[in-house]
């Protein structure tokens, strides 16, 4: 749930040049054994822009919750079933909106049931009712067994709220919860509704935040737990929701478990003695734990200069068990250019512990025997606004940068073993970073990692300065890279842009079996079905 970090910037786009190239002074050797297979469906003609979701999958097919978009008409939801060899084999489409009132918000899947969930705004009882019917999976049609989720009261029609949800690791509960939209000094509110797998509502809760001045929270995470619980992470500040207050950290992250209305809210503290927390992540164990993980800093700003992995005991709310690894500066100037490295090391001499910036997180891997993988990406966007000084005129061009990946091992009793980097560079101009980012697999020990590269890279050992991706050019390709148990890199092409008809999304590609990683693809009015076995 975090959010880009944008810099503005008045002037020429000369100022950039330097993030853009990046070298392997000090990178690891990367090897050339990566077993897969790709097989991709029937191309599509789209008269419209298209976003997706996955909606869910079973042994017979894949669902998925398609968003069209463009021209003169109304947007569109469009729900798609596809058979084993990446075929749409049916299509039902909902009109996203009636009047600008009813919408589809998602559909779920779980115990093997398509549950789509919809919602209506009624301006004149100013509320906001969200409804759940069940779908069949071999029409895609309605069984008929609409009914009310949730209501959210709202006081006029920009203020409506919205709905999401969380499913628990064992699939064995859902949350459905309402947030309701309130003005800048109005409390929040959440209502949550826990769900079993037969879609039965097992309890419900209204939440009110920030109703008090001494306490001030900003959520940053929800997720359900298999014991029912629902886990709301926040950052909780000091008197006003700023990060720092007369040069100090002005907040910490607490961790707030609800049940019913019957329970006593429980609150967890994370406070690290001499350690500020940059970014957090959660997840909930089998016995109720939780587990926290993300990045920290030694100076309290939001570069990063290690990471850490503990357990808060669900019991007792002490720290059960607990991991730090500072990143030394070998790992701090992998990739950099010979004059950035040397900077680097001379600041590192010195004393002044150089640090990493704009790295958000990911993912949070827990696999079943309790190790994990910790999954970060540096993402910023840079917003450049030109005046021209005779006209007056104004023109705003946005980079959106999409780099290295971090990812940090650790063993099931929360020792952290190993951090890497992986070396991408992704800079895209007004586009959002349409084809940028990346869709990863845990495969046994192993991750995989897809994502869009240029060919000029592959060129027998590392480059010393890694070339741009550029949706543009023929030299751009999809690359598939591999890191095993003990840290080690591997990489081979998966496809060039010349020889498909799309070019991968990985922001829309997903994990959907043990071995098999769901691809997307599109270029201009065509799309593509596929996917990746490892």
């Not at 298999?226 to 910490?252: C, I, Q, S, T």
């Not at 010195?350 to 827990?366: N, V």
Request: aromatic share 12%.
């Amino acid at each position: 749930m975090s959010s880009p970090k944008t810099f503005f910037l008045i002037g020429f786009f000369c100022l950039l040049v330097g993030k853009i190239s990046l070298s392997a002074q000090n990178a690891p050797t990367i090897g050339t054994e990566v077993d897969f297979q790709v097989k991709f469906g029937e191309e599509i003609r789209q008269k419209r822009g298209v976003e997706l979701k996955i909606a869910g999958y079973d042994q017979d097919a894949i669902y998925i919750l398609k968003y069209t978009y463009g021209g003169f008409t109304s947007s569109e939801v469009v729900l798609e079933k596809l058979d084993k060899n990446y075929n749409i084999v049916k299509s039902v489409e909902y009109p996203m909106e009636v009047n600008r009132r009813r919408r589809v918000e998602f559909i779920v899947h779980i115990n093997h049931r398509l549950y789509l969930f919809t919602s209506f705004t009624d301006t004149e009882s100013h509320q906001n009712t969200l409804y759940v019917e069940e779908i069949d999976k071999e029409s895609l049609t309605s069984k008929g067994d609409k009914r009310i989720v949730s209501m959210i009261g709202f006081e006029k029609k920009s203020l409506d709220g919205y709905y999401d949800y969380e499913i628990a690791r064992d699939k064995s509960h859902i949350l459905i919860f309402a947030k309701t939209e309130a003005r800048k000094k109005d409390p929040e509110m959440y209502h949550f509704h826990v769900f079993n797998r037969d879609m039965q509502e097992v309890w419900n809760r209204k939440v009110v935040l920030n109703d008090t001045e001494d306490r001030l929270f900003v959520v940053k995470d929800i997720e359900v737990g298999n014991d029912g619980k629902v886990y709301l992470m926040a950052k909780e500040f000091k008197e006003k929701p700023k990060e720092k207050r007369k040069g100090n950290v002005n907040f910490h992250y607490t961790v707030l478990a609800y049940h019913d209305e019957e329970t006593p809210v429980l609150e967890y503290p994370v406070m690290l003695e001499d350690k500020f927390l940059t970014d957090m992540n959660i997840e909930i164990t089998r016995e109720g734990d939780i587990i926290c993980a993300g990045f920290f800093s030694n100076k309290g700003t939001y570069s990063i200069r290690g990471t850490y992995y503990l357990t808060v005991d669900a019991q007792t709310k002490g720290v059960r068990s607990q991991s730090f690894m500072d990143f030394d500066v070998d790992f701090l100037t992998q990739f950099m250019r010979r004059g950035q490295e040397k900077r680097v090391r001379r600041k590192e001499a010195k004393g002044k512990e150089p640090e990493m910036y704009e790295f958000d997180m990911r993912d949070l891997l827990i696999r079943e025997d309790g190790s994990a993988s910790l999954i970060a990406e540096q993402y910023y966007v840079v917003v450049i606004t030109y005046t021209d000084p005779k006209t007056g005129f104004t023109r705003t061009t946005y980079y959106y940068y999409y780099n290295n990946i971090i990812v940090v091992d650790i063993d099931k009793t929360g020792k952290i073993n190993w951090a890497r980097q992986i070396p991408k560079l992704q800079v895209s101009v007004n586009d959002g970073g349409f084809y940028s980012s990346f869709a990863h697999a845990a495969v046994d020990s192993d991750i995989y990692f897809v994502y869009n590269d240029s060919k000029k890279n592959y060129t027998g050992k590392y480059p010393k300065k890694l070339a741009n991706y550029r949706v543009s050019e023929k030299k751009g390709m999809t690359t598939i890279m591999k890191i095993d148990a003990e840290g080690n890199l591997s990489r081979r092409p998966m496809s060039g842009n010349d020889e498909i008809a799309t070019i991968i999304r990985p922001k829309l590609s997903e994990q959907i079996s043990p071995r098999e990683l769901l691809l997307f693809g599109i270029r201009k009015r065509k799309n593509q079905f596929g996917a990746v076995t490892f």
